[in-house]
């Protein structure tokens, strides 16, 4: 027996409604016309499929059988849709964004929230990744967008734009070592315990890289993967942590102070990739969810108590 599909959607409306006279309205059907596609779906069984009462109708316990299996025929059809479907829609691929590791803790994540809300029709895929290499990746067309440090990107030959400070601040918990301090040395933060980021991370590598091979030796009491964890076990008085002060929540009670050191003072720029010399539109609005990130972003309190901005 060969059944038809809209056949099937008016059973189980009639199933759902009780009614054949609802049920017809929900396909858009006059009563004569659906009356007349269940005779004949119960003359090709050979069977009653609903028993007809003054107050509506009810299944059978062939029309339930018959429900049961509609669902799952129409549920597969549509599903065969989608996939048949799916090849006849150009397929987008996804962008790439590479950035290190302070901007993937709280910028990133702000941007893709109203870039991926806004245009569902894309994808990006996300990487940590250090200075040089997001540089070589875009210039190698690789990647669409890079966020990358200034001192380490000049001469690339890239387009660049500002995405605001990333300097390094020591954070301590309130009231504690740091409290009436606005200053401090890398030499004296390795006077006390600290808690840092893992060996591997961009931060650990950048601090051990610029602060030589004649660095004060330091005492880590615990390392983390993670920014947020970090800032919150130096909220908690385990130790001082340097991190970038972006990556601070101007809610988080802890005490700031100034690292004075030159490597200590950096800047976030977005590095856009060299992919057939032009940036698609998609690229473009992901540039300007970032940047927006970027200015909308909080940053920490100074040690005075004040904002980058207000100060």
Same mark, same amino acid.
Not at 53 to 70: D, E, F, K, M, Y
Not at 134 to 155: K, N, S
Not at 272 to 288: R, V
Not at 289 to 297: I, K, M, P, T, V
């Given at each position: 027996?060969?059944?038809?599909?809209?056949?099937?959607?008016?059973?189980?409306?009639?199933?759902?409604?009780?009614?054949?006279?609802?049920?017809?309205?929900?396909?858009?059907?006059?009563?004569?016309?659906?009356?007349?596609?269940?005779?004949?779906?119960?003359?090709?069984?050979?069977?009653?499929?609903?028993?007809?009462?003054?107050?509506?109708?009810?299944?059978?316990?062939?029309?339930?059988?018959?429900?049961?299996?509609?669902?799952?025929?129409?549920?597969?059809?549509?599903?065969?849709?989608?996939?048949?479907?799916?090849?006849?829609?150009?397929?987008i691929v996804p962008l790439t964004l590479?950035?290190?590791?302070?901007?993937?803790?709280?910028?990133?994540?702000?941007?893709?929230?109203?870039?991926?809300?806004?245009?569902?029709?894309?994808?990006?895929?996300?990487?940590?990744?250090?200075?040089?290499?997001? &540089?070589?990746?875009?210039?190698?067309?690789? @990647?669409? =967008? !890079?966020?990358?440090?200034?001192?380490? $990107? #000049? +001469?690339? *030959? %890239?387009?660049?734009?500002?995405?605001?400070?990333?300097?390094?601040?020591?954070?301590?918990?309130?009231?504690?070592?740091?409290?009436?301090?606005?200053?401090?040395?890398?030499?004296?933060?390795?006077?006390?315990?600290?808690?840092?980021?893992?060996?591997?991370?961009?931060?650990?590598?950048?601090?051990?890289?610029?602060?030589?091979?004649?660095?004060? &030796?330091?005492?880590?009491?615990?390392?983390? @993967?993670? =920014? !947020?964890?970090?800032?919150?076990?130096? $909220? #908690? +008085?385990? *130790? %001082?942590?340097?991190?970038?002060?972006?990556?601070?929540?101007?809610?988080?009670?802890?005490?700031?102070?100034?690292?004075?050191?030159?490597?200590?003072?950096?800047?976030?720029?977005?590095a856009w990739g060299a992919k057939d010399?032009?940036?698609?539109?998609?690229?473009?609005?992901?540039?300007?969810?970032?940047?927006?990130?970027?200015?909308?972003?909080?940053?920490?309190?100074?040690?005075?108590?004040?904002?980058?901005?207000?100060?």
């Amino acid at each position: 027996m060969r059944y038809d599909l809209d056949d099937l959607r008016l059973f189980l409306h009639i199933a759902a409604e009780g009614s054949i006279t609802a049920g017809a309205h929900r396909m858009h059907l006059s009563l004569p016309s659906a009356s007349a596609r269940v005779r004949a779906l119960e003359h090709h069984a050979g069977v009653a499929l609903l028993i007809r009462g003054r107050r509506g109708v009810r299944l059978t316990p062939a029309g339930t059988t018959l429900a049961r299996h509609a669902r799952e025929v129409l549920t597969e059809t549509a599903r065969l849709d989608n996939a048949v479907a799916s090849y006849a829609r150009s397929p987008i691929v996804p962008l790439t964004l590479l950035s290190g590791g302070s901007a993937m803790y709280r910028l990133v994540p702000q941007a893709l929230v109203s870039f991926l809300g806004s245009h569902p029709d894309i994808d990006v895929t996300v990487s940590e990744s250090r200075t040089p290499r997001t &540089l070589q990746m875009l210039a190698d067309g690789e @990647a669409d =967008l !890079g966020i990358v440090l200034d001192g380490e $990107a #000049a +001469g690339s *030959g %890239l387009r660049m734009e500002s995405l605001g400070d990333d300097s390094l601040v020591v954070i301590g918990q309130t009231g504690g070592v740091l409290a009436g301090r606005t200053a401090l040395t890398y030499s004296e933060v390795a006077e006390h315990p600290l808690v840092g980021l893992d060996a591997g991370s961009s931060l650990r590598r950048w601090i051990e890289k610029h602060s030589g091979p004649h660095a004060p &030796l330091v005492r880590h009491r615990t390392t983390v @993967a993670n =920014l !947020g964890v970090l800032v919150s076990l130096a $909220a #908690a +008085g385990v *130790g %001082l942590a340097v991190v970038p002060g972006r990556a601070i929540d101007p809610r988080q009670p802890v005490d700031i102070c100034e690292l004075q050191e030159p490597w200590a003072h950096r800047h976030h720029l977005l590095a856009w990739g060299a992919k057939d010399g032009t940036a698609s539109t998609a690229t473009a609005a992901l540039a300007d969810h970032l940047l927006d990130a970027a200015r909308s972003e909080p940053y920490a309190r100074k040690a005075d108590g004040k904002t980058p901005e207000a100060s």
